[in-house]
């Protein structure tokens, strides 16, 4: 009896099934990149066709306390309830935060937003600042 394995008749050639696991990770590796390339698409055309907003909104645990336009230089010193302090500054039709005294700086180090559902947030202060405005987010003309 000789030992090499038979499948209906046919020598399976040595080294099929490597090459076939090759070509799989490769599959995947192609299918990975398409998914990849789709929401890069996806993404770039929900940025391309996202409207500059008019309002920053300004929330406090949840509730808004103030909205300034996005069109008028501005800087704002946000108390929150507890007596903490962020500065909130508007210019050139962005909103950012320039300085806070909460304890990790988050919502200093993220860069300025201007369109429509975009937000800084600084969680110890529970202060969120939200864009809105500007015909919302799906209108394509
Ligand atoms: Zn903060």
Redesign the pocket.
Known sequence: MRSKAVFGGRTRPKGSLVISMKNRIRNDIILALALLLAALAVWGVVSLTRKTGEYAVVLINGEETARYPLDKDAVVEIETEDGHV?TLVIKDGEASVTF?D?P?????KQRAIKRTGETII?L??KLVIRIEGGGGVDTVV
């Open positions: 962020n806070a909460c990790d700086k988050l919502c200093v600084c110890p202060h």
